[in-house]
């Protein structure tokens, strides 16, 4: 299974930039995932890494780090809507029938101020 | 990308009762999850449900507590059975699209009282 470590709460200012980090362990990696989560709504897909490396995609990068179990999500010109839960999920192989399903961090809550 | 219609939105339950949520999804898919994400907790997966076959629990989940159907490719219910006020939270279904990318429900925030 997975040990998936990210920081519980973050606080930015609108305009910087922030990086959240997620390390993980485990027995078979075959994925890691990123979502955001606003209050009282259902996590929409952000990135996906499987190689090492850095995926960018507008405002947001993802990178990938499999031989040190790590991974971020840097977030340029923050905006105030980018106030949310960002969570880190990580796949691996083995799970029953292999359908490799992720399993989920408890997500980092980023507070963007003015 | 698919588009998951999830119902009820919110309910709020008495304990001893039971409460089944809907998952209808615009397209056909193979393998569709159940969550369930606590009040500051992360998702948690319950169980996998395909389609001609039972579903498959996750440690801690049983199927008198949480029984599945899955009629057909596009749709999927769970029940919360007896429920407890330890069974209020957010629960979600999801349908993973491709090699990569899950796309969920708006949820069901389910109080139970």
């Known amino acids: 299974g997975q040990n998936i470590d990210q920081p519980t709460e973050m606080t930015a200012t609108e305009g910087a930039i922030v990086q959240i980090n997620c390390t993980y362990q485990?027995?078979?990696?075959?994925?890691l995932f990123w979502y955001q989560q606003h209050a009282g709504e259902a996590p929409t897909f952000l990135s996906y890494?499987?190689?090492?490396g850095l995926e960018e995609k507008g405002r947001f990068s993802s990178f990938l780090s499999r031989s040190k179990g790590y991974s971020y999500l840097l977030l340029k010109e923050l905006q105030m809507k980018d106030s949310a839960s960002y969570l880190c999920?990580?796949?691996?192989?083995?799970?029953?029938?292999?359908?490799?399903?992720?399993?989920f961090g408890r997500g980092t809550s980023l507070i963007v101020h003015p | 990308s698919a588009v998951i219609s999830q119902k009820p939105s919110r309910d709020i339950c008495q304990r001893g009762t039971s409460l089944t949520i809907q998952c209808q999804v615009d397209?056909?898919?193979?393998?569709m999850f159940w969550y369930r994400q606590q009040p500051g907790q992360s998702l948690t997966l319950i169980a996998t449900?395909?389609?001609?076959?039972?579903?498959?629990?996750e440690s801690g989940f049983v199927i008198d507590k949480f029984p599945i159907s899955r009629p057909n490719l596009t749709f999927s219910t769970l029940t919360v059975s007896n429920m407890s006020p330890e069974d209020s939270s957010i629960y979600l279904c999801?349908?993973?699209?491709?090699?990569?990318?899950?796309?969920f429900g708006s949820g069901t925030r389910l109080t139970v009282v």
């Open positions: 999801s349908v993973v699209e491709g090699t990569h990318g899950y796309t």
């Open positions: 485990t027995s078979g990696f075959n994925g």
């Open positions: 999920a990580v796949r691996d192989e083995g799970k029953a029938g292999g359908s490799y399903i992720p399993t």
């Open positions: 449900a395909n389609q001609g076959s039972e579903a498959t629990y």
């Open positions: 890494n499987v190689l090492d």
């Open positions: 397209s056909q898919v193979t393998m």
